[in-house]
C-alpha cells in the first residue's frame, strides 16, 4: 500500500482549481464585454460607416481579451509562476516581442496610421497598385483591410502592406467621379450645335 499526504494533494489541487476558476471568469467576462463593445459600435456605425470605428472595434477587442487573460492568470499562485518563467526577463520578453509578434505590431501601427491619416474610407473606390480590379473598401480589422471587387471577390490585405502601397482613391473627399468622353462629328457639322445635342442628353 502506498501511503499520499493529504496536505501534499490539497496544496496541488488548490491552486489548479483556482487557476481554472478564474479562466472560466475571464472568459465569461471576455464574451460579454466583446459582445457588448459589438453592440455600441454597431449602433455608432448606424449613422456613420467608418474607417477608425471599425478598426478600434477590433482594437478594443483585442485589449479585452489581453487584459482579462492576463488579469485571470496573474491573481493565481500557477499564473504568477508561469509568468515570472516566460517574462521574468527582460530579455526573453524583447525576444518574444521581437520574434513573435514583430508582424502583428508592425500591421496594429500601420492600422493606427490609417486610421488616423484616413487615406480610404468605408465604401471608397480604390485602384490599389498589384491589384488586378479595382476594388470597395468593405471592412478594417487590428492587422487586415478588406477589399471586395466587383464581381464579389475579396482581397485580404495587411495593414502594414496597403500603408505601404501607392492608392488610387476615386471616392476622396467626394462621392462623385468625372471622365472624358470623346465623341467625333465631321468637320463640316455645327459644333455648338452638337455641343447642345450632348448637354440635352446628359440633362436627361
Partial sequence: MFLIDEKIVASDVTPMMETALMVVIAVVLSFILIHLNTILFRHLQLKKKSLHLRFFESVIRFVVV???????????????????????????????????GQ?????????????????????????????????????????????????????IIPNSEINNKVITNTSYKQRLRGTYIKIPIAYTADVRKAVGIVRNVVTE
Avoid at 486610421?115 to 470597395?136: N, Q, Y
Fill in 66 to 100: 489581453i487584459c482579462l487573460f492576463l488579469w485571470a492568470f496573474s491573481n493565481t499562485h500557477i499564473g504568477n509562476q508561469l509568468y515570472r518563467m516566460a517574462f521574468g526577463s527582460t530579455v526573453v520578453l524583447t525576444g518574444v516581442l521581437g520574434l513573435a
Fill in 103 to 155: 508582424n502583428v505590431l508592425r500591421d496594429i501601427f500601420a492600422g493606427i496610421m490609417l486610421s488616423i491619416t484616413h487615406p480610404f474610407d468605408i465604401g471608397d473606390r480604390l485602384i490599389i497598385d498589384g491589384a488586378e480590379k479595382p476594388c470597395v473598401v468593405e471592412d478594417m480589422t487590428l492587422r487586415h483591410v478588406v477589399l471586395k471587387t466587383m464581381d464579389n471577390i475579396r482581397y
